[in-house]
């Protein structure tokens, strides 16, 4: 088994950090609709969902910029054009969204898509013994779970 200056099984990584790319093109545009809402919302609701949006968009660049860095860090190269991330993103595109109840209901199902990949990822980390990455995984999970958790309640509806 040829292994990787980081002591992991080389093709194994090479795997991961095409799925992390897969996550990586999820979450950008996943960012981007954030951004959009941030900048688009209107009605009753604004003052409080316009900061909300801000805080998760911050959050996601984060992210963005944490997943790029474990592609690098396994031996791979991020994608980085939108044309990649256009081409190999099923999070959906939310265009336009001024509606409370929409934009709460696009982080919702951006969020259902990127745990999918997120726990297939974990489990391909965890048979690949890369702890960095099946740890990122992890946190990824718990976190957005709780904010789909808190999306669900406020749209009242059940998770």
């Given at each position: ?63 963005v910029d944490e997943i790029a860095e474990r592609i690098l ?8 054009t939108f044309k990649d991330y256009s081409d190999n993103s ?51 999970i718990t976190e957005q779970e709780k904010t789909v958790w ?10």
């Amino acid at each position: 088994m040829k292994t990787n200056s980081i002591g992991l099984n080389a093709e194994k990584s090479q795997e991961l950090s095409n799925d992390l790319n897969s996550l990586l093109a999820n979450f950008q545009t996943y960012y981007q609709n954030l951004r959009g809402i941030h900048w688009n919302i209107k009605g009753k609701r604004f003052f409080e969902l316009h900061p909300k949006f801000e805080e998760l968009y911050n959050d996601a660049n984060i992210k963005v910029d944490e997943i790029a860095e474990r592609i690098l860090t396994l031996g791979g190269v991020p994608q980085h054009t939108f044309k990649d991330y256009s081409d190999n993103s099923q999070v959906p595109v939310g265009k336009n969204i001024t509606k409370d109840d929409e934009a709460i209901r696009l982080i919702v199902d951006s969020l259902s898509v990127l745990l999918q990949i997120e726990r297939g990822i974990l489990e391909a980390s965890d048979e690949a013994s890369d702890e960095g990455t099946n740890s990122m995984m992890s946190d990824f999970i718990t976190e957005q779970e709780k904010t789909v958790w808190m999306m669900k309640a406020w749209l009242a509806e059940e998770i």
